[in-house]
């Protein structure tokens, strides 16, 4: 044992090397310097590694009662060092912020919540409409094989009546037996063949044709499509239907006609429109100065529909009518083109 050691184990003073510590600890005014204190107090060269060199020369008497004394003291440094390593991480982290806080005063224009789409919003008022007149909702597969969009309403393959329709083919099974279906009228036939009659029914939907976009038209629409099959059902319930529906939907201001039309499907068959909403039968753009609006087709169920679904048309008699639910948001809104409901302008649809 040196002279020095022994020095330094008779004059240690533990209530003064931790009370040293704590004021070195005080004064400590970054988590770099205290990074090091903490050397100088429990490193190599600190006092208390210093005495405790010096346990080997001192009488084994004295040795346990100082050695307590050192442990007991180290402890208190090691605890009075990690407070203040607390307190200088608090007050980083507070300055931090302060200098990378951001002033949203000048902030005008608040996040809102956004709301449903005016297209679905409009689905949904037309089916309340609709139930409310005794209708049931019914969907169907927007992916449609051949047989359902086509044949079974009465449009065999070749017939010249497919060419209205400007289909969009899927690269699935045989060639041209996969669709996206062109309208929803595929559901009228899946319900028959679900369901006997009685049936009044509506079937909303997603429809898609390869249309050119213009103020009346676009490739991907919505439609909702009617069914009703019941005994002594004639043409002019089909009206007196379609007049109802105008009244309750568009206002009693507006009105709705029928003229001839063909449909492979229906037989009579009919396109139904309605007083133009946004000129109120005066004749403009959006209705080619007609004033009137086209918003669908209509007619009496062909018996070779119900054929094609083993409904006897000697017993059951029905009607079919179909109109886009996007022309209904556009009537009803009075919007002149119809290309906003897919531009998605945020300007435009906060208005509707």
Not at 12 to 25: I, K, S
Not at 239 to 263: C, K, N, Q, V, W
Request: hydrophobic share 40%; glycine share 10%; proline share 6%.
């Amino acid at each position: 044992m040196t002279g020095a050691d022994r020095h330094a184990s008779d004059a240690f003073d533990p209530a003064g090397t931790v009370a040293r510590a704590r004021q070195a600890a005080a004064d400590a005014g970054s988590l770099e310097a205290l990074g090091e204190l903490r050397g100088v107090l429990l490193g190599k060269r600190g006092e208390l590694v210093r005495a405790q060199r010096a346990l080997g020369g001192v009488a084994p008497e004295e040795r346990r009662r100082l050695g307590e004394q050192i442990n007991s003291a180290r402890a208190e440094v090691e605890e009075v060092l990690a407070a203040r390593q607390g307190q200088l991480r608090a007050e980083e982290r507070a300055r931090r912020l302060a200098e990378e806080r951001l002033d949203l005063t000048e902030v005008v224009d608040v996040p809102r919540r956004g709301r449903v789409h005016v297209v679905e919003r409009t689905r949904r008022q037309l089916e309340d409409v609709f139930v409310g007149m005794g209708f049931a909702v019914v969907e169907g597969p927007e992916v449609e094989d051949d047989w359902h969009n086509f044949e079974a309403l009465n449009m065999p393959i070749a017939h010249p009546a497919r060419g209205m329709w400007d289909t969009l083919y899927l690269e699935l099974g045989p060639p041209e037996s996969v669709v996206l279906r062109t309208h929803t009228s595929p559901v009228q036939i899946r319900l028959m063949q679900r369901e006997r009659p009685p049936v009044y029914a509506v079937m909303p939907g997603r429809c898609y044709r390869r249309d050119t976009p213009d103020a009346r038209h676009i490739p991907i629409f919505h439609q909702i499509e009617g069914l009703v099959v019941d005994k002594g059902i004639s043409f002019s319930d089909l009206a007196g239907t379609i007049e109802t529906f105008t009244g309750a939907y568009f206002g009693t201001d507006i009105h709705s006609r029928l003229r001839p039309s063909f449909f492979p499907f229906t037989e009579p068959s009919a396109e139904y429109e309605i007083t133009c909403t946004i000129c109120r039968g005066a004749g403009c753009r959006t209705c080619s100065q007609t004033g009137w609006i086209e918003l669908g087709g209509c007619g009496m169920v062909d018996p070779a529909v119900f054929a094609a679904v083993g409904v006897d048309p000697e017993e059951w008699t029905g009607f079919a009518f179909g109109f886009g639910i996007d022309r209904c948001a556009q009537m009803r809104h009075q919007l002149p083109d119809m290309r906003v409901l897919l531009e998605n302008d945020v300007r435009v649809l906060e208005q509707l």
